[in-house]
């Protein structure tokens, strides 16, 4: 089943108020600069990280495809090499 309405991405917090059952209201202050830093950074590690471990594995990739590439050569120049014509 779909879901009725599309979820709202969540918005920065500039302010934030508790009311316990009581009535009585707690203001906390608004994220610091640092805080809001860190956020971000939480949110965007884990698609960093997944970018570097790509590149990685290409780079990676690239070192095994070129030593593959050589001894595949050297085996097939061996070979005609050896060949006798005639």
């Excluded at 830093?37 to 070192?63: C, D, K, M, N, P």
């Amino acid at each position: 089943m779909l879901p009725s309405k599309i979820p709202a991405p969540s918005r920065s917090v500039r302010s934030f108020e508790l009311i316990t059952p009581d009535g009585r209201t707690y203001r906390f202050p608004p994220p610091s600069l640092w805080q809001r830093l860190l956020r971000w950074g939480l949110q965007h590690a884990e698609t960093a990280a997944i970018s570097a471990a790509i590149l990685v594995l290409i780079y990676v990739a690239g070192f095994v495809g070129e030593a593959f590439d050589r001894s595949v050569f050297d085996a097939c120049n061996d070979r005609v090499g050896m060949r006798r014509v005639g």
